[in-house]
């Protein structure tokens, strides 16, 4: 195997496990844990704040780094492909801004909760997290699509 094929595999492996976990934790975590009663839904909400906010930020540097490899080191430029990973890289680019912007404040709020004393408006932060969190899966998606795409040309 190639150094550009191990790239590949790796970008592969990296960011579809990646965006695999963001959709569990949308489609299936996270609705699960919303039908518990409150002091459980809200222990659940700030333990896997603390855990996913510690652990996914390496994650998604992880996954562009990869991408960008891609696009440097395993994609001939200017081709189709080439412009399918550029595409990808700048979509997981975008999705870490929009991160820090929008969901991971909320995310760290959420992860220092008090659970004897909660916000008033501690299910609207949820509600409010699982809207931002739906709108990156979707870029996650479209992201992933497009590096699939690249290295299966």
């Not at 991408?67 to 080191?73: E, I, K």
């Not at 700048?90 to 929009?98: K, L, N, R, V």
């Amino acid at each position: 195997m190639t150094f550009p094929n191990v790239i590949e595999v790796a970008a592969l492996v990296v960011a579809g496990t990646m965006v695999g976990n963001e959709l569990a934790v949308a489609l299936f975590v996270h609705p699960s844990i919303s039908r518990l009663d409150d002091p459980a839904h809200s222990q659940a909400a700030k333990g896997l704040a603390h855990v996913l906010g510690a652990a996914m930020p390496f994650w998604y540097v992880l996954t562009l780094i990869l991408n960008l490899l891609v696009v440097f080191v395993a994609r001939v430029k200017w081709s189709t492909p080439w412009w399918l990973a550029v595409a990808s890289a700048a979509i997981f680019a975008a999705i870490i801004i929009y991160t820090l912007i929008a969901p991971a404040p909320l995310n760290s709020r959420i992860a220092h909760w008090d659970l004897n004393a909660l916000p008033s408006d501690w299910k609207q932060m949820r509600r409010r997290w699982d809207l931002m969190h739906a709108i990156r899966c979707v870029f996650l998606v479209a992201a992933l699509v497009l590096l699939v795409v690249s290295l299966v040309m």
